[in-house]
């Protein structure tokens, strides 16, 4: 077995590895720009080349359901539609946009999951630069090129299964 396969591996049973680094990650900010993807072997899957142009961006969500707002006008408590409210994006999709509005400059390619703690889901982003030159000159990279804001549109793998395709 190669490399990594013992890696695809290891991540299956994943809490022995990062439960160390969810404590840190949980003392860091909400949008962090990493140097090197955390799993390597998904990231390469996904897209990623260890090149210029690309960046890993790790990012956090609350865990749990999603409340609307609360209504504070004339309804019947029932009607105001609260507590069964379920987004039609995934956290993975609403953490890509956030990623994405983070840095403007950079298309969002696709994103994994990296690990929870009791309080938060992590995943990290695979960023793409589609003005850097070493981009412009991979012809298995450069269709990006001509991508605008992909993760708004839902054309990222997390949010297309959220639009059942």
């Known amino acids: 077995m190669g490399y990594y396969q013992y890696l695809r591996q290891a991540w ?3 809490e ?10 949980r003392q860091e ?12 072997d998904r990231a390469r899957s996904l897209g990623y080349k260890a090149k210029q ?9 609350k865990k749990g359901g999603r409340r609307r707002k609360t209504i504070h006008k004339g309804r019947k408590p029932t009607k105001v539609g609260l507590r069964y409210y379920r987004p039609e994006k995934s956290k993975q999709a609403i953490a890509e946009a956030r990623v994405a509005r983070r840095f403007p400059n950079l298309e969002v390619l696709n994103s994994y999951y990296v690990g929870e703690d ?12 589609p003005n850097h030159p070493v981009i412009r000159a991979d012809p298995k990279i450069n269709w990006i090129v001509n991508q605008r ?17």
Do not use: C, M
């Open 12 to 14: 299956k049973k994943p």
């Open 16 to 25: 022995a590895i990062y439960k160390d680094k969810a404590r840190s990650w």
């Open 29 to 40: 900010e909400v949008v962090v720009r990493v140097d090197k993807p955390t799993r390597p």
């Open 53 to 61: 142009g690309f960046v890993i961006a790790r990012v956090r969500i």
């Open 118 to 129: 009791g309080k938060y889901n992590h995943y990290e982003i695979i960023l793409v630069d």
């Open 149 to 165: 804001r992909r993760v708004f549109r839902g054309l990222t793998s997390a949010a297309k299964k959220s639009r059942g395709l």
